[in-house]
């Protein structure tokens, strides 16, 4: 019996090691150069030429430039950040979610591969912001703690109003997370695009 358990134990992790394998989840951050209403063909900021695999039914979001006078508190927010030498995080960028993604988005505070060093914070801006030397604090919050971020002047602020396939054409610059099968094929179900100079979030 102990044996038979054994067996079952490697061939359980066996199987979710593959279920793994065949769904790796990958952030394509590209530019597109074509697309077939099916095929999205880009060139990401590494250089690669790949193509992302979309359903007929694929979410296309568009992004969309607004002030940081459109924040206010309570809002649900996410931000890229990265430490200056005081040790202070400082966003690269401000993302207003749409309401309808509270809940949906996973709040919390967690390392990113915008650049190196990188963090991503999703979660409720809990009060006003504070000037300060270099820009305005927020103090965001989210279940298990809370972050203070500089808003330095300058930085890109959009939120996501939603789109359609028409928005995925040569030249826009798009984010997504998508997923990568076992035999390098990509697929995504949502994808985020460029808009009248507004790039999607990073």
């Known amino acids: 019996m102990s044996s038979f358990r054994s067996l079952l134990l490697i061939s359980l992790t066996l199987v979710a090691q593959l279920a793994t394998a065949q769904n790796a989840p990958v952030r394509v951050r590209a530019t597109i150069t074509s697309f077939d209403g099916q095929v999205l063909a880009v060139k990401t900021r590494e250089g690669e030429a790949i193509q992302i695999h979309l359903p007929d039914n694929v979410s296309v979001s568009a992004a969309k430039t607004i002030t940081f006078a459109d924040i206010k508190p309570g809002d649900f927010v996410g931000t890229a950040t990265v430490k200056n030498t005081q040790g202070v995080l400082v966003a690269r960028e401000l993302h207003l979610f749409p309401a309808a993604l509270r809940g949906v988005v996973s709040e919390g505070h967690t390392n990113w591969d915008l650049e190196p060093g990188s963090q991503m914070t999703n979660a409720t801006l809990s009060a006003a912001p504070v000037q300060s030397a270099g820009g305005r604090e927020i103090t965001l919050s989210y279940k298990d ?47 985020q695009v460029s808009k009248d100079g507004a790039r999607p979030a990073q």
């Open 145 to 191: 703690g809370a972050q203070t971020i500089l808003i330095p002047e300058g930085i890109p602020i959009f939120t996501t109003v939603p789109g359609d396939k028409s928005l995925l054409v040569p030249g826009a610059t798009i984010f997504t997370g998508a997923q990568r099968a076992a035999d390098g094929k990509i697929t995504a179900a949502r994808i």
